[in-house]
């Protein structure tokens, strides 16, 4: 089997794992630290990121056209859909970080991996609340009702 039909067959299968997570934070760190110390860098987002990339690059050719963004959009829909209230916002944001708005800067609606990696560091600057350097627990801790 090829990596990109391993990967995707492990995200096929993590999606109802996932929805189970006790939170959104629980899932992008199982999913992205990816050492497993706690903290998810730049650089572990931009490892995975291209991978996650490959796997919904059907045809092999480096971009995500319409067709295969599509499919990546419905994953993440399904990510997002194991959540309600605050939580379902919560991961919204994470999700939100990869649409095609975010990647595809020329606007062709053809996302490269260059495209898709550029957007990688606005990406994880948004989600280090903390702006230390890392994206932990810490940084998706949510703020109680006013």
Known sequence: MTKS????????VSLPMAARAENPAEQFMSTWDLDGNGT???AELEEMRADVFTSFDANEDGVLDLE?????DEARANDVAGYEGKRREQMQKMADGMRM????????QQVTLAEFQSSTVKWFTQLD?????GITMEDFAMKPAQ
């Open 40 to 42: 998810a860098t730049l």
């Open 101 to 108: 708005e975010a990647t595809d800067a020329n606007g062709d």
């Open 68 to 72: 295969e963004h599509a499919v990546f």
């Open 5 to 12: 039909l391993s990967l995707i067959a492990a995200l096929l």
């Open 129 to 133: 609340k903390n702006g230390d350097g």
